[in-house]
Structure formats: structure tokens, C-alpha cells
């Protein structure tokens, strides 16, 4: 049965999605328990979360055998892996996306990393990760570096439904729903259905706090240690204010009666990393209507144990979110550098675990074969 803390984020028109995938969890069937007993009924995953997957156990042994058989090289065994696990759980969930019009039963699976800076490489490799999975309920996920607002215009114009990731500053935020316009314009004009392309948008939570909080440390002073815990939250705050602004337009509203559907806000990077704060935080003080939290497990198990969910925390707070902001820069942290920062370094980690990736792979291939 469903947590009383999860079912009232459902209430209150929040998605609870795992941020975690694994063949293990499809095989004991642990994921559909946690879709039964936990609430959950969507999958992020990440370069990160699938170097931890298959960096662990046994569970893809008979499967790298087989590709180190058919010949498979690193690049071809990596998408064969990733995709199985990908498939498998959109298969599992199913059920969900039917029932729910596919605005959940979401699973997302990243391009490669290393392609963050070159539009046309991304677009190609997503519509090649949609193809692989085939399940209509995948979200290819593209990060929202300069480069990727083109490549999201044009993957949701080839009718492949987008999770963008790596957001952090607000005026990216708008860029990216610039490009989900775009895109859902061209694929209008490309005769497509609007109403079987969706998208969310992957706004980074945690990390922000993570990084300011580390600059507030260093000033030492009371003002600062009076704003720490508090960044990352007015942040994804107004983020939802933007959102709101975007999807008011008129510009909106012709493809909304042309059967649209809003990119949904989706606050990621929701465990809490400093003990010090609750370990809730980045789900109860972000509960608004239309929007997705991927968490943890440890996460989800600590929001249904003692979550208190208590409606709106969001649309009621954005000129508290403002003065924070200001604050923050009135205290030299400029904003602007933090968040460059964060997409920066964001991009650098994945890529660094698709490196792991590769490596780990190359190596169960090489073991295979001997």
C-alpha cells in the first residue's frame, strides 16, 4: 500500500519517479514492488546510475558474453546493455502510461555525454536511443547545454518525446522552453500528433545548495549562515514561476488546442546531501501541480516514513525565492557563476562515469572472450 506522504504528492499533482534503474531491480522484481507499495510510476536514469548498475553483481554476465561472442565493440555493447534495462522497465511500466494518458510510465535513457557540445551528433544519437528502445513511453533524455536547446527542438519535431537535463539557472530554463515550442511547432508543421509527444524538464535541486552553500561557509559570517539550505529551493521556485509564465502565452495556447502537452517540471537531484537539513526538503518544499520529483530510494523510503506533505509549497513563496536570490548576490555570490558552474561541471561528471562506463565494459568484453 502506498504511503499516506506519497499518495498526497499524487493529490497534490506530483509524479514520483525513481531516479535509479538496474537489471537487478527488474529481475527480483524490486521495481515493480516499489511501483505497487511505493507509488512510484516513472524511471530516470543517468550515465552515473548505469556505471553503478553494471559495475555491480552478475546480473549482465550472460549478456556480455553474447555480445563478446557476436563481435560487439565497447560503443555497440554499452547501448545493447543499457537499452535491454531501458526496454525492460518500459515494459514494466506500461500499464501506467496507458492508464494515465502517457504523462507518466516514463523511463529516460541520456545520450552520450561526450555529445553535450555537438547539436547534430545528439540529435542523431537520440533518435538512434529511441529506435533501440522502441517503447513508446521512453523519454530520451538531452542535456540543456547551448548546444542541446537546437537538438530538442529538433528530436520533438522528429516526434520523439525529451527529457531535458542539467538545468540550473532560470534563463536556460526559458531557453529550453523556447526550444520545446519550437519543436512542438515544427513537428506540427511536419503534420505529426502532438498529443504523443511529452517532455519534462530536469531541474537540478540538490547541487545547487551543494555549491552555494560551500561559498556562504567560506564568508563565515551570520548573514551568510542565515541563507544557507535555502538557494536551491527558491531557485526551482521560481523556475516554476517561469513555467507558469511560458505556458500562459498565446504562443502556447494554439499548440495547446493543437492537442500539446506542457513540459512538465521535474526537480532532480532531490537527496539531501547535508545532514544538517531534513531529508525531505527538495520534495515537501516543492510540491506544485503538473510537476514530476525523481528521487533516490533513499529518498522515496524517507518521504514515506515521516514526508508531511501539506498542499502548494511552490506557487506562494516566489517573493521570498526572489529576496533570496538577491541576497545572495548582495553578498558577492553571483549567480550567474554558480550556475555556469554547475552545467559545467554537471556535464564534466557524467562524462566521467560514461568513461567508467566504457571502461568497465571493455573489460567484462575482454573477459568474455579469454
Known sequence: MTSAAVSDLAAHGVSVWLDDLSRER???GNLADLIEHEGVVGVTTNPSIFQAALSAGHAYDDQVRELARSGASVDQAVMALTTQDV???CDV???????????DGRVSIEVDPRLAHDTAATVAQALEL????DRPNVLIKIPATTEGLPAISQVLAAGVSVNVTLIFALDRYRGVMNAVLTGLEQAREHGLDLS????VASFFVSRVDTEIDARLDALGTDEAAALRGKAAVANARLAYQAYEEVFSTPRWGSLEDAGGHRQR????STGVKDPAY???????????????????EKTLKAVADHGEVTGDTVTHHYAEAEEVLDSLERLGISYTEVTTRLERDGVAKFEAAWDELLTGVTRELERAQS
Do not use: Q
Not at 511500466?93 to 504523462?103: D, Q
Not at 525531505?280 to 510537476?291: K, R
Open 26 to 28: 527488474l529481475s527480483t
Open 87 to 89: 526496454r525492460d522497465a
Open 93 to 103: 511500466f506500461a500499464p501506467i502510461y496507458r492508464s494515465s494518458g502517457g504523462v
Open 130 to 133: 529511441a529506435a533501440a528502445v
Open 196 to 199: 504523443t509527444i511529452h517532455s
Open 265 to 268: 517540471p521535474l526537480w532532480a
Open 278 to 296: 531534513p531529508d525531505t526538503l527538495y520534495v515537501t518544499e516543492l510540491v506544485a501541480a503538473g510537476t514530476v520529483n525523481t528521487m533516490p
